[in-house]
């Protein structure tokens, strides 16, 4: 392809005029249509981007041979069905996280989408987060050394949503940040989850992921806590790093430090583990626009018919991460065993 390629950002409501700022800027792709229920929303977008079309109707959006390509922002519970509709139209589709609430309809979008040759890609931004590839850098390089463990915290004070727990809001993030970084996936979920503001979903969950090889990750999410977090500790055997999103300058901090077994045995004949210290370092990062650079992906991937780096079987995976962390919520915390 070597025209613009026209897309449709299907939702203007809390994530979708991010969405529409960027595809707006981008230089191989036009801002065709802006799709929403909501009129005002509608003449906003009309008045902010001349000569982009709007419209309520989604099906009259799929039925434009103009349109190539679709960006769903709308509620995850929609996800699946706008997903469907639109790779059967024969358009290219972004969905925002989570790609949908089963597992199993995500692994029929990501078949439909092959059957079609279509593009598939979900909106997993963190993953082009300039700090976040960094990370995959550090631990595929072995900087690290051999990988032990991460842990993960993404709190904040609301926003309390009412159609997903803090878990399947929050956790997408987590799940594919880690997935990527460690380029795995986990073999079993266990988690707790807990209602605290007295609902029928959760506030707070707390996750563990164990890795192939004995890697082994804990996120915790909520949307009851006084600050905002936004904090991954990467710890291996030789070098621990820091990644801290909500930090404007620091954002990785690479720490020389660890645990190892002394060289002199004790007096028992055994080896003691020792804590070894050193310098802290800071890189520099690019200062991209994450969500940017996503948007520019799916172009490009839509351009020279690639497979998006968030594909829709990361999606995929990332479902059926929190699907099986349900399952184990539900069943009071028992492990789920993931294929």
């Avoid at 959006?61 to 069905?81: Q, R």
């Avoid at 997408?172 to 795995?184: A, G, R």
């Avoid at 991954?232 to 790093?241: A, I, L, N, S, Y």
Wanted: net charge negative; aromatic share 6%; charged share 20%.
């Amino acid at each position: 392809m070597t025209d613009l390629v026209n897309i449709a950002v299907i939702g203007s409501g809390y994530w979708g005029p991010n969405l529409i700022r960027n595809i707006a800027g981008l230089p191989n792709a036009a801002l065709h249509t802006v799709c929403d229920l909501n009129p005002k929303a509608l003449t906003q977008n009309a008045q902010r981007y001349p000569g982009t079309r709007t419209t309520p109707d989604y099906a009259a959006v799929l039925a434009d041979p103009d349109v190539h390509a679709v960006v769903l922002a709308t509620p995850a519970h929609l996800h699946a069905e706008m997903a469907r509709a639109a790779i059967e139209s024969g358009k290219h589709v972004m969905v925002e996280k989570p790609l949908s609430l089963r597992a199993d309809d995500a692994q029929a979008l990501v078949a439909l989408a092959a059957a079609k040759n279509v593009r598939l890609m979900v909106g997993h931004v963190f993953i082009y987060n300039p700090a976040v590839v960094m990370l995959r850098k550090l631990v595929q390089q072995d900087d690290l050394g051999k990988m032990l463990y991460v842990y993960s915290a993404r709190l904040n004070l609301g926003i309390v949503r009412d159609d997903l727990n803090a878990m399947w809001n929050l956790a997408p993030h987590d799940f594919s940040i880690i997935n990527y970084v460690l380029d795995s996936a986990p073999v079993r979920v266990s988690a707790r989850g807990f209602r605290l503001l007295g609902r029928k979903l959760e506030d707070v969950a707390f996750v563990t992921l164990e890795y192939p090889g004995g890697v082994v990750a804990h996120v915790h999410v909520s949307w009851l806590d006084p600050g905002k977090v936004r904090r991954m500790t990467f710890v291996g055997d030789q070098k621990m790093v820091v990644y801290d999103d909500v930090s404007q300058d620091e954002r990785i901090r690479i720490y020389d430090r660890g645990v190892m077994p002394d060289k002199l045995p004790d007096a028992y004949g055994e080896f003691r583990m020792i804590t070894r210290g050193g310098d802290v370092q800071i890189p520099r990062l690019d200062t991209t626009e994450p969500l940017r650079a996503e948007c520019a992906h799916f172009v490009e991937s839509i351009r020279n018919g690639s497979m998006p780096l968030t594909s829709g079987q990361d999606g995929y995976r990332v479902v059926q991460m929190l699907e099986a962390a349900q399952q184990s919520m539900n069943a009071d915390g028992a492990p789920v065993d993931l294929a």
